[in-house]
């Protein structure tokens, strides 16, 4: 069977170093490997609005600034297709007939979407819209035919509930669908990656982001402000590392050949966390180092993005096209689907001819 990817982000802030090392990164790897014949990447401005219904400029502007920070993270698209979901009529439908092979108690046990309630208050009233985007989710994947998802942990109830579906489906009717795979961050540091505040997550509203577009000085700024270890008061006193932001991200950032040219009394990351966590080392050196890390991946990023964001009407013109072509994917596969649920009348010639002969016979 072809290898295909589908993943995507919805349009709510500009991406941050969080979605880079969780999975732009992985993604441009993918993209480059040669593994996979095809590459979706979706911007999820429908899904985005079930919980910004009354905010639509907010999804409508960061569009241009989602695409932007794929582009300049290196997603191609001659390699990739990138596309916006609300552009995809077909998935809407998709939706609507998976709705039938999901029982409401099951939608109420996904621990995603039991979690994504709680966080936004949404336990008297939730939109029905929010309560079933793993359907909507579900037609995204399949009607590409994705064979592979790269998520975090936090997303495998969603995952594992279109694989139900799409069994159901395929039981049901015939064997349309294709079960999608999960692929997880190989860095078990990516697989969450803390607001530089240390809380667990990013969060625009929290102000704890660190954004693939922030200028230079900005980036430092935060680093410099970092969460680390709250009874490392002197230098001298033993550091911990357990929830210690700064080290959480020279984890996911940091390389050996990075302490030959930024740190170099240290061979490797494990020399510095040992020298840490004995005392004798400052934070302030820690930070230093990490942001020395961290602008090294970030700059040739911002540089790509400023080459985009000088023809804006070019990055909309890849969105358009993009759009287009998964749009005929996608109808292809509900056209399938519906041949399947019996409901292609129009299509089927064997009924027409089988109707009329029953009522000319």
Same mark, same amino acid.
């Given at each position: 069977?072809?290898?295909?990817?589908?993943?995507?982000?919805?349009?709510?802030?500009?991406?941050?170093?969080?979605?880079?090392?969780?999975?732009?990164?992985?993604?441009?790897?993918?993209?480059?490997?040669?593994?996979?014949?095809?590459?979706?990447?979706?911007?999820?401005?429908?899904?985005?609005?079930?919980?910004?219904?009354?905010?639509?400029?907010?999804?409508?502007?960061?569009?241009?600034?989602?695409?932007?920070?794929?582009?300049?993270?290196?997603?191609?698209?001659?390699?990739?297709?990138?596309?916006?979901?609300?552009?995809?009529?077909?998935?809407?439908?998709?939706?609507?007939?998976?709705?039938?092979?999901?029982?409401?108690?099951?939608?109420?046990?996904?621990?995603?979407?039991?979690?994504?309630?709680?966080?936004?208050?949404?336990?008297?009233?939730?939109?029905?819209?929010?309560?079933?985007?793993?359907?909507?989710?579900?037609?995204?994947?399949?009607?590409?035919?994705?064979?592979?998802?790269? $998520?975090? %942990?936090?997303?495998? !109830?969603?995952?594992?509930?279109?694989? *139900?579906?799409?069994?159901?489906?395929?039981? #049901? @009717?015939?064997?349309?669908?294709?079960?999608?795979?999960?692929?997880?961050?190989?860095?078990?540091?990516?697989?969450?990656?803390?607001?530089?505040?240390?809380?667990?997550?990013?969060?625009?509203?929290?102000?704890?982001?660190?954004?693939?577009?922030?200028?230079?000085?900005?980036?430092?700024?935060?680093?410099?402000?970092?969460?680390?270890?709250?009874?490392?008061?002197?230098?001298?006193?033993?550091?911990?590392?357990?929830?210690?932001?700064?080290?959480?991200?020279?984890?996911?950032?940091?390389?050996?050949?990075?302490?030959?040219?930024?740190?170099?009394?240290?061979?490797?990351?494990?020399?510095?966390?040992?020298?840490?966590?004995?005392?004798?080392?400052?934070?302030?050196?820690?930070?230093?180092?990490?942001?020395?890390? $961290?602008? %090294?991946?970030?700059? !040739?990023?911002?540089?790509?993005?400023? *080459?985009?964001?000088?023809?804006?009407?070019? #990055? @909309?013109?890849?969105?358009?096209?993009?759009?287009?072509?998964?749009?005929?994917?996608?109808?292809?596969?509900?056209?399938?689907?519906?041949?399947?649920?019996?409901?292609?009348?129009?299509?089927?010639?064997?009924?027409?001819?089988?109707?009329?002969?029953?009522?000319?016979?």
């Amino acid at each position: 069977m072809e290898k295909i990817i589908l993943t995507g982000d919805r349009p709510t802030g500009k991406l941050h170093v969080g979605h880079y090392v969780g999975s732009l990164k992985r993604r441009v790897e993918l993209q480059n490997s040669g593994d996979y014949k095809k590459t979706f990447i979706m911007i999820a401005d429908a899904q985005a609005l079930t919980d910004n219904i009354e905010n639509p400029e907010k999804v409508r502007q960061n569009i241009i600034e989602v695409a932007l920070d794929y582009l300049s993270v290196g997603l191609d698209p001659a390699k990739s297709t990138l596309f916006i979901q609300s552009q995809i009529a077909e998935l809407c439908e998709l939706t609507f007939y998976y709705m039938d092979l999901v029982t409401v108690s099951r939608l109420q046990r996904n621990p995603t979407v039991k979690a994504e309630i709680q966080m936004r208050n949404f336990e008297a009233s939730i939109p029905v819209g929010f309560f079933t985007y793993p359907i909507s989710q579900a037609a995204d994947i399949t009607a590409f035919k994705a064979t592979t998802v790269p $998520v975090g %942990e936090d997303q495998l !109830p969603m995952i594992e509930q279109t694989r *139900e579906i799409v069994r159901k489906f395929n039981s #049901v @009717y015939s064997e349309v669908l294709v079960e999608p795979d999960v692929l997880l961050p190989d860095n078990k540091a990516c697989l969450r990656l803390p607001g530089i505040d240390g809380k667990a997550k990013m969060s625009k509203s929290l102000g704890n982001c660190i954004y693939l577009s922030d200028p230079a000085d900005e980036v430092k700024k935060k680093i410099m402000s970092m969460y680390t270890d709250p009874l490392h008061l002197l230098v001298s006193d033993p550091g911990h590392l357990e929830g210690n932001t700064v080290f959480t991200y020279l984890d996911a950032f940091c390389r050996d050949e990075h302490f030959e040219r930024y740190l170099p009394d240290y061979a490797n990351l494990d020399e510095l966390k040992a020298h840490y966590t004995r005392g004798g080392l400052g934070d302030v050196k820690v930070k230093r180092f990490l942001n020395n890390v $961290v602008q %090294e991946e970030l700059e !040739p990023i911002r540089k790509r993005r400023k *080459e985009f964001e000088k023809d804006i009407p070019a #990055v @909309y013109e890849i969105l358009r096209k993009g759009s287009e072509a998964a749009r005929e994917t996608a109808a292809q596969t509900l056209s399938e689907v519906k041949s399947a649920m019996k409901i292609n009348y129009f299509d089927d010639a064997e009924l027409i001819r089988a109707q009329s002969e029953k009522y000319q016979g």
